[in-house]
């Protein structure tokens, strides 16, 4: 295992992550929600938030609240190696990721590290996917197609969805 071997699965692991944000995102702007560009974690709590109405059931809405729970702890675990330095050390023969979040400390003297291997990376890739696919399942309603705008001589936009794979 070499230390690219580690880049390689932390940016497989925010790949996974970045699926999840894709679907949270996908379902407030199918509900007509705001789409809060600080991140996942304020969108996130939109959502969980939100009140039933024609696009948004009390069943997605309790659906949503289920995989938020879940999702909770993959944020915090993301945010670490997000914000952290990813540093390899050895633990009896093992080479583990070792990360230091400089916003996860309590004071200027402590630091709060995660260690991961890089078949806990898998694992955490996994479970993110897992809640993607949980999330574009929700069966939410589309929301009607636009009409082109009618205008003669100017180029027609029309906006396309382009799905994540």
Aim: glycine share 4%.
């Amino acid at each position: 295992m070499t230390e690219d071997d580690f880049h390689v699965s932390r940016s497989r692991y925010l790949n996974s992550i970045s699926k999840v944000e894709q679907q949270i995102v996908r379902i407030m702007r199918l509900a007509d929600l705001k789409v809060e560009k600080l991140g996942i974690g304020l969108n996130l709590r939109s959502l969980k938030n939100a009140k039933p109405s024609c696009r948004l059931s009390k069943e997605h809405i309790a659906k949503l609240g289920a995989i938020a729970e879940e999702l909770a702890s993959i944020l915090e675990e993301r945010a670490d190696i997000v914000h952290g330095q990813l540093r390899i050390v050895k633990i009896d023969g093992e080479a583990m990721a070792l990360f230091s979040n400089p916003q996860s400390a309590k004071t200027d003297q402590s630091q709060l590290v995660r260690m991961i291997s890089l078949d806990g990376f898998s694992q955490a890739a996994a479970r993110a996917n897992k809640l993607a696919d949980q999330l574009k399942k929700l069966g939410l309603p589309t929301k009607p197609k636009a009409k082109a705008p009618q205008q003669s001589g100017a180029p027609t936009v029309i906006p396309i969805r382009v799905e994540a794979q």
